[in-house]
């Protein structure tokens, strides 16, 4: 798992006018907490935030949180507010880690191979995206691998079919549900017959599209 750096400075004001001047200024507001541990106030660059977790993986890796008083903590990334427009991070929350104790947090499914039943027709849809998993810090992976290859038309793939990787344990019901492939999508055209009346014909998408 990669690790990364953020600079981060104390603050004392709250509230959402707090954020809000904030915010017009370059920052966001943030917070590091973990078991045991003092919550703290911060505000951090919003700019570095969106370089910092420029991608889906990012969202996972551990990070060193270098304070304005010197001291350093490593976190991960816990919860996080998102504009819903505009994409940009309004606010984080930061978990003080011990990297020699094992922790759970979530990391994303990625689907593997090209499955069998969508060469046949078949529309693949994947319901989970994310999963939990509970490892040490150091081992924890960008991301769980799913392979759909041998996925036929109307078969599921479920929790207990994803990759395991060592040093990671996968949380969860085992029978939770992650990728389906479904029939492909059918649509009624009339048609006129010889005697000249019009019958209705079922096409496939793909017919469809070759008659286009």
Known sequence: MEQLELAANSRSETGKEAAKHLRAQGFIPAVVYGEGKE??????SARDIFHLFSTEAKLHAIVKLKLDDGKEKMVILKEKQIHPLSGKFLHCDFYQIDLNKLIKTKVSIKLTGSADGVKAGGMMGQVVREVEIESLPTRIPEHIEADVSSLQIGELLYLKDLTQVEGVTILGDPEQVIAT???????????????????PEVISERKKEEKA
């Open 181 to 199: 492939i479904g029939a492909p999508k059918v649509v009624e055209e009339e048609v006129v017959s010889e005697t000249g009346v019009k019958e």
């Open 39 to 44: 919550t703290i106030l911060l505000r951090v």
